[in-house]
């Protein structure tokens, strides 16, 4: 491929899922989305369609053949790294050090669920979801593991242990739910019944561009205006660092094809908007958090597809 094939390649991949992100901003400034559509709309794509997909995505998977074994190996020790990195980063970074879990979970959780499936299901189809499913499950309770050890210096207001609410966190998470329901249909050796199955289809074919759109609606740029130096350090390490350890040492250990792309997809995948709900439901500094996730989601643009193009040029996936 020539460089513009390459860039064509790439920005066919990124540029729907990001064009339809900014396309949710625009129609919200226009006002054709209102901002009490985006809450119950998001909480349909979270508790339904999301878990509707993984769960169909688990259910139609050949797991004969999991192929994400080791990818999964690389990915849960790099985000131990980050993790472990970002800690004396935020201390450098942040002036106000009750902001520090904010800068660390920033840094860290991807936003795997939406536009990491997302990117998944435009570059592999069908085959990408349900090769995606299982590393989005073990990556969703490491992160949530991981919020609870970074903000615990936050007030809940709940009075519940740290280890009680990753539990609690773990147990009601509808895309795990989701994702272990789908495993037991697989396991259990009995047909789906169509009229489900037909149902289930509907919800994950409205799901991804209804969650995209809601990203981009729930984006306040005005806030962005008052983000400094620790804003754009989380976003770096979100979207470079991470992704950068994660596929070097992957491609070290022989991964390539289809199991490189979608760990890169999922790593390299801007700040969950779930860290913002997380900080503000704790009490932190949810403003903090939101620019994190503005900022990474925007420059996600450029490094997404940069990344998925120096991939592609050296023929690695």
């Not at 840094?107 to 590393?135: D, K, M, Q």
């Not at 984006?219 to 992704?243: E, Q, R, Y």
């Not at 490189?260 to 403003?287: C, D, H, K």
Request: hydrophobic share 60%; charged share 10%; proline share 5%.
């Amino acid at each position: 491929m020539n460089e513009a094939s390459l860039l064509a390649f790439s920005l066919s991949i990124t540029g729907p899922i990001f064009m339809v992100v900014l396309l949710g901003l625009l129609l919200k400034r226009l006002g054709v989305i209102q901002t009490q559509f985006v809450q119950p709309a998001s909480d349909l794509v979270f508790k339904v369609g999301l878990p509707a997909i993984l769960f169909l995505s688990i259910y139609r998977a050949d797991l004969d053949n999991f192929s994400m074994g080791l990818p999964l190996l690389v990915a849960i020790p790099i985000t131990l790294m980050m993790f472990a990195l970002s800690l004396p980063l935020a201390r450098l970074f942040i002036v106000d050090k009750g902001d520090c879990g904010v800068f660390v979970q920033g840094a860290f959780r991807g936003n795997l669920a939406v536009i990491g499936l997302a990117f998944c299901s435009n570059a592999y189809g069908e085959a990408g979801l349900a090769a995606a499913a299982v590393p989005v499950a073990v990556l969703t309770i490491l992160y949530n593991l991981l919020a609870v050890v970074a903000l615990n210096p936050i007030e809940s207001g709940d009075h519940q242990s740290p280890l009680r609410r990753i539990v609690m966190n773990t147990l009601k998470n509808p895309l795990l739910i989701g994702i272990a329901l789908g495993f037991m249909m697989k396991f259990s050796g009995l047909p789906l019944p169509k009229l489900i199955e037909d149902t289930g289809n509907y919800f994950a074919r409205m799901t991804l561009p209804l969650a995209l759109l809601c990203i981009g609606a729930s984006m306040n740029m005005k806030a962005l205006k008052h983000s400094g130096v620790s804003t754009v350090a989380a976003s770096i390490l979100k979207l470079i660092v991470a992704p950068l350890l994660m596929v070097s040492m992957a491609i070290w250990l022989g991964v390539r094809g289809m199991e490189l792309g979608i760990l890169f997809f999922l790593v390299a995948s801007p700040t969950a908007v779930a860290s913002f709900i997380q900080v503000r439901a704790m009490g932190g500094n949810g403003e903090f958090a939101a620019n994190i996730v503005v900022m990474s989601t925007l420059l996600g643009i450029v490094t997404v597809t940069a990344g998925l193009l120096v991939l592609k040029a050296f023929s690695l996936i």
